[in-house]
């Protein structure tokens, strides 16, 4: 299968849960998670019809966003971010999913620079059983939605998550309504969002049923990294 293949196998499979849980066609965006995979990948899925790229780590956004520059690429920051390097951020992506805490939205809206769009923002959120520490609890979600929300330069679209892997669907299921119950919690607050990115390789369809509206996939489309 090549590149060019499996993006047109995950449109379709992302079009057939959107039929499946009662979802609207074209509802579901597809964000292709190129971490590790060079740039030359990237042309290949910018061929099929791609336009949405993820990268985790800042100075491989960086440099591929320089490689690519002649292409029309929206970036999405979704790594753990560091405060030193939230300027080359700001400065690069168009999103970023894993903001959890005020300090580094703060630095985001001081430092995107002042002729870009808004940079949009999703708070990482993390649900009960993540191993990962990183991601704002979510009894300091409302609290944080609002600091992040009044900030100037950058928009507060919803929520991230990145549960703990689990092959079991309905528990897949069980994870991410936790998150679509904390966005509904925000937007029944007064919050208007409209982003849920949750869903990678190995749980989809379940991220879909929840209502997902951007999957983040990676291995499905430029393989297993290193
Ligand atoms: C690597 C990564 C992905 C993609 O994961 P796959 O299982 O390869 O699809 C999605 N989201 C985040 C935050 C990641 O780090």
Redesign the pocket.
Known sequence: MTIHDNIQTIGERIRAAEQRFGRERGSVSLLA?S?KHPATNIREALAAGQGLF?E?YVQEMVEKSAELADANIEWHF??PIQSNKTRLIAATARWV??VDSFKVAKRLSEQKPADAPALNICLQVNISGETSKSGVQVRELPALAAEVAALPGVRLRGLMA?PAPEHDFARQRAVFAQVRECQEALIAQGFTLDTLSMG???DMEAAIAEGATIV?????IFGV?E
């Open positions: 998670v971490k993820g985790n979704i790594g999913h894993s990145i990678m390789t190995d983040r996939i990676g291995t499905a990294r």
